[in-house]
């Protein structure tokens, strides 16, 4: 078991010293000491009183080595994403990590893509794909980047290359928000979303181009869910304008062509 060792790297990433979490946790200091130096086991009560302040599972600070954990399953497993806690519910993504143990950013291509919807859950496919890391980026977070191809999310343009932020639980999708949609027929698709998972267990996905249709997808067709984050491009988007902007453009427009036909009026004149 590794409640000892756990306890204490629990107590270090909050920045406390022996004495500040006993006070807190109204224990002895000696008591704790004996905890992270494996002296003495904890009580039932003491078990209770450390998993409820940490909010980690009593099952995963016995069982779980945290030590080892990536800080980006540090983050969920702190806000609530214990699998412990959770159950079956948690979502399993195969990752990669650097040699400082952080999350890669793996880049997904165009020719990838197909491989990927069947190998997105294969740690050994993962594994393969060409990786890097941005560094203003949270190591909280994890982070994936897929090549889009097509027209349907203008003024983001073809082959621009898309960052995404892994969610972990699709109650939090944000309508309105740009998600690339791992779906089971589809393949990767990008879009923006609106959740009506709670209401009618699908969402709709919607193109920023107006010539695409939205449609619908249920929850049982969907695979994984990234969060936008920034695009990639070295092509330029084209200027969107406002409707001021295209009444003074229509306005000068007019003006020239008036001014053109005066030229001509007055060359047949002459």
């Known amino acids: 078991m590794y409640f000892d060792s756990n306890i204490k790297f629990l107590r270090n990433r909050k920045k406390l010293t ?3 979490l006993a006070i ?13 130096n494996g002296i003495s086991g904890p009580s039932i009560q003491s078990l209770v009183l450390l998993s409820d302040y940490f909010h980690v599972a009593i099952d995963t600070l016995l069982r779980v080595d945290l030590v080892k954990l990536r800080e980006s399953q540090l983050y969920e497993l702190e806000h609530g994403q ?15 990590v650097d040699r400082l143990n952080r999350d890669n950013i793996e880049l997904v291509s165009e ?4 491989g990927y919807t069947n190998g997105f859950a294969d740690p050994e496919y993962i594994s393969e794909l060409p990786v890097f890391q941005l560094p203003f ?6 982070y994936r980047t897929f090549q889009i191809s097509g027209d349907s999310m203008l003024p983001i343009p073809d082959g621009a290359w898309i960052t995404g932020e892994f969610v972990q639980d699709w109650s939090e999708i944000k309508t309105g928000d740009l998600y690339v949609v791992l779906t089971l027929n589809e393949g990767l ?53 406002t409707d001021n902007q295209v009444g003074q453009q229509l306005k ?19």
């Open 24 to 36: 807190t946790l109204d224990i002895n200091r000696s008591t704790l000491n004996n905890y992270e």
């Open 189 to 241: 698709v990008f879009k923006q979303l609106k959740n009506e998972l709670s209401e009618h267990g699908h969402i709709e996905l919607i193109s920023l181009n107006p010539a695409y249709k939205t449609y619908q997808m249920g929850a049982s067709e969907i695979r994984e869910v990234w969060k936008f984050v920034h695009y990639i491009s070295r092509d330029v988007a084209e200027p969107t304008l």
């Open 82 to 96: 214990d699998v412990f806690l959770k159950g079956s519910n948690l979502r399993v993504m195969a990752t990669t």
């Open 252 to 270: 000068l427009l007019t003006e020239e062509i008036r001014e053109l036909k005066r030229s001509i009026e007055n060359s047949g004149g002459k």
């Open 137 to 142: 980026l949270s190591a909280e977070r994890k």
């Open 18 to 20: 022996q004495d500040q």
């Open 111 to 114: 020719k990838a893509k197909a």
